[in-house]
């Protein structure tokens, strides 16, 4: 992510998930969202924002992708969506310039307050990101091993949830965190996505996101200097936060 010298006025920052897509237009626009899914593709997500939203008027444009993007293209196709996603031309179809990052790697901006962050999302998915003194790293770790031959995702993912149940689940998201707080030595790490809420309790250094904060690190994004996100906005705590 390039630092930039001028931060755009209205910035469209779209969060697509592997349920809903939502967007909105700078920190006081409404949040719109709509339903999304397996057979959704850009294509049909741009006119869907547009028919909702057909008069929307934006300078630039964030989007939030569940995969992998390096330096603001896509590089694989997601697992819970449509096709057609590696090399579609958002920055054409969307007439402004585009910046676009992991999914979570967005909600993590959004979600930072300073010093060395993991976040968690605990959705469709799971993704994992790092922030340290205000540089981003995104990383796959979600895809790799963890468990008798499955991955973190598989384990700590909305399928691991559904199969091995809530009580298992809660088990093995408490022993991830404290094996990456310790590995990566970070201050804090937080949980978003919409699974994070099913937590009884937080695991040890951890705190609750809240899913607002993916809007607020899309206008981050355009607020860098020096390749370090400048916190010029307060990243909203949730309010079931349990300590």
């Known amino acids: 992510m390039a630092a930039t010298t001028r931060t755009p006025r209205r910035v469209l920052v779209i969060d697509v998930g592997g349920t809903h897509v939502k967007f909105r237009v700078s920190a006081r626009g409404t949040e719109l969202k709509f339903v999304s899914g397996p057979k959704l593709t850009p294509a049909a997500m741009l006119h869907n924002l547009k028919r ?12 939030g992708y569940p995969g992998i993007v390096f330096r603001d293209r896509i590089t694989a196709e997601p697992h819970n969506l449509g096709k057609g996603w590696v090399g ?4 054409r179809a969307l007439g402004k310039p585009v910046r676009i990052v992991n999914d979570a790697a967005m909600q993590a901006i959004g979600s930072y307050e300073g010093g060395r962050m993991l976040f968690l999302g605990l959705g469709t998915g799971l993704g994992v990101t790092l922030i340290i003194d205000g540089v ?9 091993g963890y468990h008798k031959g499955l991955s973190y995702e598989d384990y700590l993912g909305e399928r691991g949830r559904k199969l091995r149940g809530n009580k298992k689940w809660r088990q093995s998201v408490h022993d991830v965190v404290e094996q990456l707080r310790r590995a990566f030595e970070v201050d804090y790490v937080v949980l978003g996505g919409g699974n994070a809420a099913r937590l009884r309790r937080l695991p040890e250094g951890a705190r609750l996101g809240d899913n607002r904060n993916a809007l607020l690190g899309g206008l981050r994004l355009w607020r860098q200097r020096g390749g370090r996100l400048l916190l010029d ?5 949730s309010s079931g936060s349990r300590r």
């Open 52 to 63: 909702l939203a057909p008069h929307l008027a934006y300078d630039a444009v964030s989007i």
């Open 88 to 91: 579609f031309d958002f920055a």
């Open 136 to 144: 981003v790293e995104p990383t796959e770790l979600g895809h790799i």
């Open 233 to 237: 906005g307060a990243a909203p705590r």
